[in-house]
């Protein structure tokens, strides 16, 4: 199984941030699923300790240019397969669908 989150940003230390590295971590503690967190920023880092299973790629996008955003997530979620795709946060909702 291969799930993708999809979020802004994963550097902030903020309770989005917090509670979504805390669920894909547990995720893989229970599973051991392919999990990859997927960022709109090109800084890949992260505030919160993330399982070190779980990778972090960016697709370099931005909020000002969502055409383009949308495009990138696409190509991505193509190569990848993902079984889900999870969205974290209204934003990245209106990038994906």
């Known amino acids: 199984m291969k799930i993708l989150f999809f979020i802004e940003l994963l550097y ?3 309770g989005t941030e917090r509670i979504s ?6 995720l893989y503690e229970e599973t ?3 999990i990859k967190f997927i960022v709109l920023s090109n800084n890949t880092q992260t505030a919160f300790t ?3 299973n779980i990778k972090v790629e960016s697709i370099n996008g ?3 240019s969502p055409i383009r955003s949308i495009q990138k ?3 991505l979620i193509k190569k990848e397969t993902p079984n889900y795709v999870i969205n974290v946060a209204t ?3 209106r990038i994906s669908i």
């Open 12 to 14: 902030n230390a903020a």
């Open 21 to 26: 590295t805390d669920v894909a971590n547990k």
């Open 32 to 34: 051991h699923w392919d």
């Open 50 to 52: 993330l399982n070190p």
């Open 62 to 64: 931005n909020l000002s």
């Open 73 to 75: 997530l696409r190509k």
């Open 91 to 93: 934003t990245m909702s």
